[in-house]
């Protein structure tokens, strides 16, 4: 079945009511699907009985659950987290409260469900949070905006925002590793991965300085020339950054990501050098990376040499335009047999198919792969994955 789009509402008003959504969020993203968006968490008095004031947020979600799996599903979290739902009328106060808005936009008409949820338009609690994400969503009967829907309201003025931000679970099982690093061929798109996980993940980040080498433009103009003294300013450079934030860590930040793994010295010195330099090379390396802070995580990107060649050519470096695929294709091979051999925590994904770079959508379906791919391996190796 193909993933379709749909917008939940997660309410409490009993115990610690951010736990109880934030637990809600955890479950959904684990059992249910992909989490695309989280709005902001307000709060807002109870309505129709009397009881404590309610946290609430909205959501969206790629599934592959029908709109009945997908009820079942979000009921059995509710029960789990403590709620029980009567048969009786009226409203109650509740741990956990969560209802299907939209599902694509599609209609639902059943004693059990409805599609778009009956009462949406009626409740700012929803609205509200829904203009934080889904302004611009039409509702499939009324065929009104959110953004239009909001206007019969007044004011928002009884909803309060809450500062205490609510976490995407992805990055709750991303966090779980301190020092990520980021790999893969020239041009893939190491450096903006890097970028945006150090600030979804609050982590130092640290960025090879390519275009400070001063034999990085000989090198690609006479490479046999300059290829060892090249790698030879790399190596120092990368050990040099990684010692300094060995020694002078940041206390603000949880961990660092960085967008090399030190053991691109060796793949890249393979490649470039001829066998009596590279023996030098090797002898040199392991002295100097003998006690270098190492990842605890790699996520190693793959793509084509094909896009390779086109990401090289849009960043426009004029000393890179010379670079062929049967270059590419030997870097790559030499990555895939040194992380083949590695026992080192390595995420291989494949991004030919989506620009991450430019596209914040897809950033997210990078984001949901790297998710699925080490899930899988924590099952299948929950002790190396520890």
Do not use: W
Not at 242 to 267: E, M, T, W
């Amino acid at each position: 079945m193909s993933e379709s789009l749909a917008y939940l509402s997660l309410g409490s008003n009993l115990g610690n009511k951010i736990a109880n959504i934030q637990s809600a969020l955890n479950s959904i993203d684990y059992d249910v699907g992909d989490i695309f968006s989280i709005s902001k968490l307000y709060e807002n008095p109870a309505i129709g009985f009397t009881g404590d004031v309610f946290l609430n947020c909205c959501i969206s979600l790629k599934t592959n659950l029908s709109p009945d799996d997908l009820l079942v599903k979000l009921l059995e979290i509710e029960s789990n987290a403590g709620r029980k739902r009567g048969s009786d009328l009226g409203y109650k106060s509740r741990t956990i409260d969560i209802d299907i808005l939209f599902y694509d936009d599609i209609i639902v008409n059943c004693d059990y469900l409805k599609i778009p949820h009956s009462k949406l338009h009626e409740r700012k609690f929803v609205i509200k949070p829904l203009l934080d994400i889904a302004k611009s969503k039409v509702h499939p009967i009324s065929q009104k905006s959110i953004v239009k829907i909001s206007k019969k309201f007044k004011d928002f003025s009884d909803l309060v925002e809450i500062k205490s931000n609510l976490n995407n679970p992805f990055f709750t099982v991303l966090s779980k590793f301190n020092n990520i690093s980021v790999e893969g061929n020239i041009g893939v798109g190491k450096t903006s991965l890097a970028t945006k996980l150090s600030q979804d993940l609050n982590k130092k980040l640290i960025l090879e300085s390519f275009d400070e080498n001063p034999f990085l433009k000989k090198f690609y103009e006479k490479p046999n020339n300059y290829a060892l003294n090249l790698e030879l300013t790399f190596l120092v450079d990368r050990c040099k950054e990684l010692n300094d934030f060995n020694n002078q860590p940041d206390l603000f930040k949880d961990g660092i990501i960085f967008d090399y793994h030190i053991q691109k010295s060796l793949i890249f010195a393979g490649v470039t050098l001829n066998e009596t330099d590279f023996k030098l090379y090797r002898n040199i390396f392991f002295l100097m990376t003998k006690n270098i802070i190492k990842p605890d995580l790699t996520i190693f990107l793959i793509q084509s040499e094909k896009k390779l060649i086109n990401n090289i050519k849009k960043r426009d470096r004029v000393f890179e335009q010379k670079i062929t695929s049967q270059y590419l294709s030997k870097i790559n091979e030499a990555y895939l047999s040194a992380f083949k051999a590695s026992k080192e925590k390595i995420l291989k994904i494949d991004v030919s198919d989506l620009d991450f770079v430019q596209n914040e959508m897809d950033y997210k379906k990078l984001i949901f792969r790297i998710k699925k791919n080490l899930r899988q391996r924590l099952k299948e190796f929950p002790n190396q994955y520890c």
